[in-house]
C-alpha cells in the first residue's frame, strides 16, 4: 500500500519560500503521477502541480503558480519537492501530496498534509 508522508510546512512571511517534501513508501512510483494540491480555509482543495515519476518526468502546474513553485522529484530517495517562492497571504493553506495510477484520473492516495502560513 502505497503511503506518503509531507513535511516542511510552516510559518513564513510574505515574499518568503518554502520546500515542500513528500516521501513515498509501499510501492513502486515507475506507473505513478505525483502530484501537490492546497486546500485554504473555507475553500475546496486545488490542484497545485504534478509530475510524472518515470521518464522525463512530464510537469504540470496550475495557473496561479504563475512560475513562482517548482515540482522536482528525486527518484532514489522516493521523494517529491515541492520549491516554493514569492509567498504572499493567499498562499496560505493546507499543502497535500497525492499519487494516482498514470491511467486514472482521480488521485487515489493521500498524505495527511502539511500547513503553510504566510504572514502578510
Known amino acids: 500500500q502505497l503511503q506518503l508522508v509531507e513535511s516542511g510546512g510552516g510559518l513564513v512571511q510574505a515574499g518568503w519560500g518554502l520546500r515542500l517534501s513528500c516521501t513515498a513508501s509501499?510501492?513502486?512510483?515507475?506507473?505513478?503521477?505525483m502530484g501537490w494540491f492546497r486546500q485554504a480555509p473555507g475553500k475546496e482543495r486545488e490542484f497545485v502541480a504534478s509530475?510524472?515519476?518515470?521518464?522525463?518526468?512530464?510537469?504540470s502546474y496550475a495557473d496561479f503558480v504563475k512560475g513562482r513553485f517548482t515540482i522536482e522529484r528525486d527518484k532514489y530517495q522516493n521523494t517529491m519537492y515541492l520549491q516554493m517562492t514569492g509567498l504572499d497571504f493567499e498562499d496560505t493553506a493546507v499543502y497535500y501530496c497525492?499519487?494516482?495510477?498514470?491511467?486514472?484520473?482521480?488521485?487515489?492516495?493521500w498524505g495527511q498534509g502539511t500547513q503553510v502560513t504566510v504572514s502578510s
Open positions: 509530475i510524472v515519476w518515470s521518464g522525463k518526468g512530464l510537469i
Open positions: 509501499g510501492a513502486n512510483l515507475s506507473n505513478y503521477v
Open positions: 497525492a499519487a494516482k495510477f498514470r491511467t486514472t484520473s482521480q488521485y487515489g492516495y
